[in-house]
C-alpha cells in the first residue's frame, strides 16, 4: 500500500481542442506557423494543440480550464499568441509543486499535411514548456470518416511529476 507521502507524487492531465478554418489568416500550430492558405479562427490566434496543451496542464493540478482563466468573450485575448496561456498554465503547474514529466499529443486534420513540420512542432513546444524533445509526443492523423475537413482537433496528455522536496534541517536531530 502506498504511503501518505507518497501520494500525489503523479499527476495525469488530459486536454482537448477544436478549431475551425477560416481562408486568409494565419495557420498557427504548437507555436509555429504552418504554410497554408486557411488558419484557425476562433479568439486568440487560434492554435489548437496550444489550447490542447493548456487544458491538460491546468487538468493536472485540478485548475480552472482555459476558457474560464481567459474568457473567449473578453478583447483582451483577441489574436493573442497562446503562448501566453500556456505559460500561465506552467506558472501554475510550478506553484502547485510539480514538474513536467512529458507530453504526448495527437493532432487530427484533413489538411495541411503536418509531417513535414512535426520537428518544428516540437522544437517549439520544448522551448515553450522548458523540458527536451524527447519528453514531446507530435502526432497527425486525418479525419478518418468524421466528416471534420474543415477543422483542427488536438488530443493532448501530460504527466506531472512531484517536485524534489527541499532539503530542510531536521527538528529531532
Ligand atoms: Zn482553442
Keep these: 500500500m502506498p504511503s501518505r507521502q507518497n501520494r ?10 477544436s478549431h475551425e478554418f477560416v481562408r486568409g489568416i494565419p495557420l ?24 490542447a496543451i493548456t487544458d491538460a496542464l491546468l487538468g493536472a493540478i485540478a485548475a480552472p480550464d482555459i476558457g474560464s482563466l481567459f474568457s473567449p468573450s473578453d478583447p483582451k485575448w483577441k489574436g493573442a ?8 498554465a506552467l506558472r501554475r503547474v ?12 495527437t ?3 484533413a489538411a495541411p499535411k503536418i509531417g513535414p513540420h512535426t520537428a518544428a512542432i516540437r522544437r517549439k513546444v520544448a522551448e ?16 478518418e470518416g468524421l466528416a471534420t475537413d474543415d477543422a483542427a482537433i488536438a488530443h493532448a496528455v501530460v504527466l506531472l ?7 530542510s534541517v531536521r527538528k529531532h536531530n
Design 128 to 143: 515553450l514548456m522548458g523540458i527536451d524533445g524527447d519528453r514531446i509526443g507530435i502526432k497527425a492523423k486525418t479525419p
Design 94 to 105: 510550478r506553484a502547485a509543486g510539480y514538474l513536467v514529466t512529458n507530453l504526448d499529443s
Design 107 to 109: 493532432l487530427i486534420l
Design 28 to 51: 498557427k500550430i504548437g507555436g509555429i506557423t504552418v504554410p497554408y492558405t486557411k488558419g484557425l479562427g476562433g479568439h486568440s490566434d487560434g492554435d489548437v494543440l496550444l489550447h
Design 81 to 88: 499568441d497562446s503562448a501566453v496561456f500556456l505559460r500561465e
Design 8 to 17: 500525489g507524487t503523479f499527476r495525469v492531465g488530459y486536454g482537448w481542442d
Design 161 to 167: 511529476e512531484a517536485k524534489p522536496a527541499r532539503k
